[in-house]
């Protein structure tokens, strides 16, 4: 989409586009117009590079705790904990022992958490899934991450 054209001009301007002012998307649970964010501006390129407050995601670690308590109570599964649980995960520096929930039920899969010194979060989600909390931590990626 050329920059000199209008925004109403083109039909399939979506929220992704960083060339746009947020647009109202069609969802929520009571079938809403609800709106959606959109960066007013490009990121600087040297914010790629950048991490100026890690700290901000720390909360993470304490979020991952109380739900793994939750889920302990709530599912019938084996609490592991300790360095040297997922050899994957465990590739970049802990901040404390990884935590993996074992289901008793053999067709169900397992959980692993590796808390990262970054601070964030290595989750292994059955045999091959894994993402990271946050995926990114660079200031243009991650500017959600303040409260």
Known sequence: ??????RDDDSTTNATSKTHKPTKVFGGSEGRFVPMPCPSAVPLPEAYSRVTNPERFRPLHTLMVELIGRLEATFDVEHVEGYGLDSELERV??????????PRDTSA?????????????????????IEAFPSCG??????????
């Open 1 to 6: 989409m050329s920059e000199n054209r209008s």
């Open 138 to 147: 660079c200031d243009a990626c991650a500017k959600g991450g303040e409260k």
């Open 93 to 102: 520096d802990l901040a404390r022992p990884s935590v993996k929930l074992v």
């Open 109 to 129: 899969a397992s959980i692993a958490v590796a808390f990262t010194a970054f601070p964030g979060l290595l989750v292994r989600i059955g045999r091959w899934r």
